[in-house]
Each structure stands twice: as C-alpha cells, then as structure tokens.
T-cell receptor
Framework: DSGVTQTPKHLITATGQRVTLRCSPRSGDLSVYWYQQSLDQGLQFLIQYYNGEERAKGNILERFSAQQFPDLHSELNLSSLELGDSALYFC?????????????FGQGTRLTVV | TQLLEQSPQFLSIQEGENLTVYCNSSSVFSSLQWYRQEPGEGPVLLVTVVTGGEVKKLKRLTFQFGDARKDSSLHITAAQPGDTGLYLCAGADMEYGNKLVFGAGTILRVKS
C-alpha cells in the first residue's frame, strides 16, 4: 500500500458528461501529480500541484482541470467527455515535488466513456 | 521537455534467463527512477539513482546510472515469473517545473 488513495476505482459514464476524480496523498506529502495512462500513449503527465499551487503542466486538455485543496487532497475534473478519454488516471504524491523526489502512486481510477 | 526512450518495448523470456532493459535520453537528468507496474495497479517505485556511474542492487535486480547521467539500465539475473510486469524509467524534467517524465516502458513476460 503506497498510502495514496484514489476514488472511485472504476467509473463508467456517457460521452458529454463530467466526472471528478479524487486523490488523497500520503500523509505529509505536499506535491500531487496526475497522470493518464492508455494503451497507445503510455503514462502521460497531466498536471502537478505543490501545496495548493499549480507547479507544472503537461499535455492536459482544456476540458480537464484540477485543483489541490488546503488539506492537500486533489481533484481532477474531466468534462465534455469523449470516447478517447477512456483510460486509467493515476495520482501520485511526493514530499516536495522537487527534483530527485520519488513519487508514490495510487491504484488509479479506470474511466470508461461509452 | 526532456524525453526518455526505453528499449526493448517487449521482452518474453524463460524463467532463469538474464535480461537488460535500457533507458536513454539526449538530456541530462539529476536522477532517474525505476518503477514496476502490474496490470490494473499503479507503478511501484523500485529504486532511484542519483550519481553518475552509480550502481544499486535490489536482490536479483541491478540498476546503473550512466556516467553522463543521460541513461540508465536495469539488469535482472535469473528472472522469475514474479518479475513479469511493465518496467518504467522516469526522470525529473528540471527544465519544466520538475515534473516526472516517464519512458514508454518495457513489458516483461517471464515464462515458467
């Protein structure tokens, strides 16, 4: 158990809908990363938050947004969902989010858009 | 953005064989990490290498960081079916907010 909790584990929704994925980082970790993993794209970095502030942004679509709350949990919002958004979404946390810091991953949320 | 290339993409071997997985970049990384991921699970950190030329051992796994800190390798001795999984290397992209950049991964299958 990495100590990172993601909910829900599975989500099935229709195209055009909006969903929210939730992540609770390890106790004491200030940095949260979100990744999308699909069969053809591998593990793609979406966005990173550190202590409530956006730290780095990857290839995150405009339809997607995230935030980190004062208690350090984070939410990833996906809207106007398309079939191609079906993937595994992982959250990871690390103590500082600086270089050389290891990331600890949750078990992921499997999103299926039908 | 710094990119990491892993090879081979897929490896299928018999139990007891040795293997090496490579992770290469044209850029210098301050550190590289190796993760192992099983189907339906999140990646699990195996090791972090920091110093150029560094070698770390984890039971039958040997990790090496290149002298120039641009590449790394993972060597598994006497592979076991339990080693089956997706092996990912990752490095902190110092040019872009220290985000963790992952290679595409090597799928390892060890047959008994």
């Amino acid at each position: 158990d990495s100590g990172v909790t993601q909910t829900p584990k599975h989500l099935i929704t229709a195209t055009g809908q909006r969903v929210t994925l939730r992540c609770s980082p390890r106790s004491g970790d200030l940095s949260v990363y979100w990744y999308q993993q699909s069969l053809d794209q591998g593990l793609q970095f979406l966005i990173q938050y550190y202590n409530g502030e956006e730290r780095a942004k990857g290839n995150i679509l405009e339809r997607f947004s995230a935030q980190q709350f004062p208690d350090l949990h984070s939410e990833l919002n996906l809207s106007s969902l398309e079939l191609g958004d079906s993937a595994l979404y992982f959250c990871a946390s690390s103590p500082t989010g600086l270089g050389n810091t290891e990331a600890f991953f949750g078990q992921g949320t499997r999103l299926t858009v039908v | 953005t710094q990119l990491l290339e892993q090879s081979p993409q897929f490896l299928s071997i018999q139990e007891g064989e040795n293997l090496t997985v490579y992770c290469n970049s044209s850029s210098v990384f301050s550190s590289l990490q190796w993760y192992r991921q099983e189907p339906g699970e999140g990646p699990v950190l195996l090791v972090t290498v920091v110093t150029g030329g560094e070698v770390k051992k984890l039971k039958r796994l040997t990790f090496q960081f290149g002298d120039a800190r641009k590449d790394s390798s993972l060597h598994i001795t006497a592979a076991q079916p339990g080693d089956t999984g997706l092996y990912l290397c990752a490095g902190a992209d110092m040019e872009y907010g220290n985000k963790l950049v992952f290679g595409a991964g090597t799928i390892l299958r060890v047959k008994s």
